[in-house]
């Protein structure tokens, strides 16, 4: 039996931001966060720059959340996955290996100290939440601890550890019981710190305020399994840690 085929591959020019977003709205769960913010359908993106479906261009500061090192449509990252989608490979074997893998594997490995010989990969779920669960799940087991400190300002997904460790509250305000035992400390910021002292000083002063809470014994916190961070939060404001906070 013959049917009519729909097309996925084709942009209609006469469709406005307003109607992509309507249908989205139909079409998608409520569970979308950056249409909110973003209201727009982008319909062409090169480089550090997208165009939407009302023909206005943005330069696009977010980057696939930081995803997209070298822009959209970069001519060698395209002639890369080309190459791979002509060249019959398999495109999902789960965790079997293939010849591309390997030989990613061994450039990877190549590139951390001592060639890697002192490392082994992980290749986690699609998304950076399932790389932080299997780490929270890790450190627990190996130090055979249940705590973790986290930092104000931090995002680490959206799963339910992930976010138990995230200092953003609108996502949690939905959900009961999140993961227990979990310390939020101040995150250094440079226009606006946490101690309303700022610069060098308040470095300082957090860095003693760190290293007086993992070892009085009167903190009332106990040592934790891991400390989770971002060395340049995202979703707190691009804030990069101060090097000498991030050291100790």
């Excluded at 594997?105 to 790389?131: H, I, M, N, R, V």
């Excluded at 609108?170 to 019981?177: N, Q």
């Amino acid at each position: 039996m013959m049917t009519d085929k729909v097309r996925i591959d084709t942009v209609d020019a006469h469709k406005s931001n307003e109607t992509y977003l309507a249908r989205q709205a139909e079409f998608e769960s409520n569970v979308r966060s950056y249409p909110r913010k973003l209201p727009l359908a982008i319909t062409k993106a090169e480089g550090v720059w997208i165009t939407d479906a009302d023909n206005k261009e943005y330069l696009d500061c977010l980057a696939g959340a930081g995803t997209l090192a070298l822009g959209h449509n970069h001519p060698d990252v395209l002639k890369s996955i080309q190459n791979v989608i002509t060249s019959g490979l398999p495109l999902h074997t789960l965790d079997l290996t293939t010849p591309l893998k390997d030989a990613f594997s061994e450039y990877l490995l190549s590139l951390l100290p001592g060639q890697g010989k002192e490392y082994c990969l992980q290749f986690t779920g699609p998304s950076g939440a399932d790389a932080v669960e299997a780490a929270l799940k890790l450190a627990k087991k190996v130090t055979g601890r249940s705590g973790i400190i986290s930092f104000s300002g931090g995002y680490h997904g959206m799963t339910h550890g992930a976010l138990s460790v995230t200092g953003n509250l609108s996502p949690k305000e939905a959900v009961d019981g999140m993961m227990p035992e979990v310390q939020f400390m101040p995150y250094p910021h440079e226009y606006r710190c946490p101690l309303g002292i700022g610069g060098e000083a308040g470095v300082k002063a957090l860095t003693y305020y760190f290293d007086n809470l993992i070892n009085d014994v009167e903190s009332g916190v106990r040592k934790p399994a891991a400390v989770i961070l971002e060395a340049v939060q995202g979703e707190g404001g691009v804030n990069p840690a101060p090097v000498e906070w991030l050291q100790r």
